[in-house]
Nanobody, 123 residues
């Protein structure tokens, strides 16, 4: 059974930093890929960052490259998203997700497992 729970959201000023944490059940690490998505009001859910558990470089959306960093601590079954230089347009509910299918990391519909989300507000 895969469980994902995000934490670390809240309010931050423009230019500030925040770290999101995704506590994952051990079964999550049988996934092919884990990622962070976000959804702002009235907008579609979009991919932010992803990591393929078999290895390789992390992937980032163009809008967050150079500002966000995805990382994982396998010993703690935890996925992180470090967010720096935050902008008002980063305001959204952020979700941790995992998928077992191969292919692109970008498509939300490919992900089977989702956390409940955590709100990030930048103002």
């Amino acid at each position: 059974h895969v469980q994902l729970v995000e934490s670390g959201g809240g309010s931050v000023q423009v230019g500030g930093s925040m770290r999101l944490t995704c506590a994952a059940s051990p079964m999550a690490y049988r996934s092919q890929c884990m990622g962070w998505f976000r959804q702002a009001p009235g907008k579609e859910r979009e991919a932010v960052a992803g990591v393929f558990l078999a290895g390789g470089s992390p992937r980032y959306a163009d809008s967050v490259k150079g500002r966000f960093t995805i990382s994982q601590d396998n010993a703690k079954n935890t996925l992180y998203l470090q967010m720096n230089s935050l902008r008002p347009e980063d305001t959204a509910v952020y979700y941790c997700a995992a998928k077992r299918t191969i292919g692109t990391w970008l498509r939300a519909s490919d992900y089977t497992y989702w956390g409940p989300g955590t709100q990030v507000t930048v103002s």
